[in-house]
């Protein structure tokens, strides 16, 4: 394999890499944005148990990406799906 063919690989899987962790951060984002929502609803509820487990999923998805160092990058993520689902129950 020459230097080139090599470099070619090494790029194309980086990029690749890359794709499958944004989406898999995108989709941890929606699951803890949704997990949040959950548990705001179960507390109005007074549903507490529940709402206290909803609440504790979310926390072990977002620590995930706090002990990576990506905290601010899934936040924007995380915040974007919040807010959408909150607009959308509320209409």
């Known amino acids: 394999m020459t230097m080139r063919n090599r470099l070619k690989y090494v790029v194309l899987s980086l990029f690749v890499l890359l794709i499958v962790s944004c989406n898999s951060m995108k989709s941890d984002a929606k699951k803890a944005a949704s997990l949040i929502n959950k548990s705001v609803e179960q507390t109005h ?47």
């Open 45 to 91: 509820a007074l549903k507490f148990d529940k709402a206290e487990k909803s609440y504790l999923k979310a926390q072990e998805i977002i620590n995930n990406y706090k002990e990576k160092g990506k905290t601010e990058e899934f936040y924007e993520v995380f915040i974007v799906f919040r807010d959408k689902e909150r607009k959308q129950n509320a209409n």
